[in-house]
């Protein structure tokens, strides 16, 4: 059965999937409401999270409009990547955007992070009919992406940071995996402009992205706007950063 029709059968399926973990009501760095449309009622800096997209919708992942809407290899060529670089793809899902990052580092290596089994299955069906041998699936948790401390140069995370329902968590584990000097990059829909006709809490605008993320450390380094509907943000973990422990959020 190819990789591809596997997608397609999802189609028949619902769209959308929750997440089971339980909240920590004891966690001050949340707050709960009761939840709007297409979120989980948690909220994280002013942001409510969104839901989770399930793998029932994994054929939305591998739609054909997704080069003329996302330009999915720009993103690539603007990680710049060293051939022989580690990277990690956070929330790869059926690894679309894993398979390109493969083959930008021909030398290296790409984690392929996600929170779901069935996505992983995905995956290594996708990597034994392409040959992937440079992508390492990881079962991680909705806290946790579980990766060896100091052990990735770069984190993408596309159309997925929204989605996570322990934002923070997930950043300082991050923080840990990433070696001094090392990059997290997202891509999100702007929530600045209301033609781009995407759900609104599946959508960010940058200064939301960069309050959240120097709030653990990072430092922002640049946006790039030159995608058609989406910013691409670059995040640093400084050089001087001796520590794998991220420095306690400031709010």
């Known amino acids: 059965m190819s990789f591809r029709w596997v997608v397609l059968c999802c189609c028949c399926l619902s769209l959308w999937a929750c997440q089971g973990s339980p909240f920590n009501q004891n966690d001050t760095s949340y707050r709960?409401?009761?939840?709007?449309?297409d979120g989980i009622g948690k909220v994280y800096m002013g942001r409510e999270i969104a839901q989770v997209m399930g793998y029932e919708g994994a054929y939305w992942l591998?739609?054909?409009?997704?080069?003329?809407?996302?330009?999915?290899?720009?993103?690539?060529?603007?990680?710049?990547?060293?051939?022989?670089?580690?990277?990690?793809?956070i929330g790869a899902g059926s690894g679309y955007m894993t398979q390109r990052l493969a083959q930008a580092v021909p030398n290296g290596k790409v984690f392929a992070v996600d929170v779901q089994p069935e996505m992983i299955d995905l995956l290594n069906q996708r990597i034994v009919e392409e040959d992937l041998t440079a992508i390492e699936p990881v079962l991680g948790t909705t806290a946790d992406p579980k990766l060896p401390p100091n052990s990735i140069d770069l984190a993408l995370m596309v159309d997925a940071y929204h989605e996570f329902e322990y934002p923070r968590e997930m950043m300082e584990h991050l923080w840990t995996a990433l070696r001094p000097g090392g990059q997290v990059v997202l891509a999100e829909y702007r929530a600045e402009n209301p033609l781009v006709m995407i759900k609104r809490l599946h959508k960010m605008s940058e200064a939301q992205v960069k309050r959240e993320l120097t709030a653990i450390g990072f430092e922002w380094l640049k946006?790039?706007?030159?995608?058609?509907?989406?910013?691409?943000?670059f995040f640093s973990k400084p050089m001087a950063a001796e520590s794998t422990t991220a420095p306690a959020p400031t709010t």
């Open 32 to 37: 709960y409401q009761q939840p709007s449309q």
């Open 223 to 233: 946006t790039e706007e030159s995608l058609p509907q989406q910013h691409l943000l």
């Open 62 to 89: 591998e739609r054909p409009s997704r080069e003329l809407q996302e330009h999915p290899q720009l993103v690539v060529d603007l990680l710049d990547l060293e051939p022989d670089a580690i990277a990690a793809d």
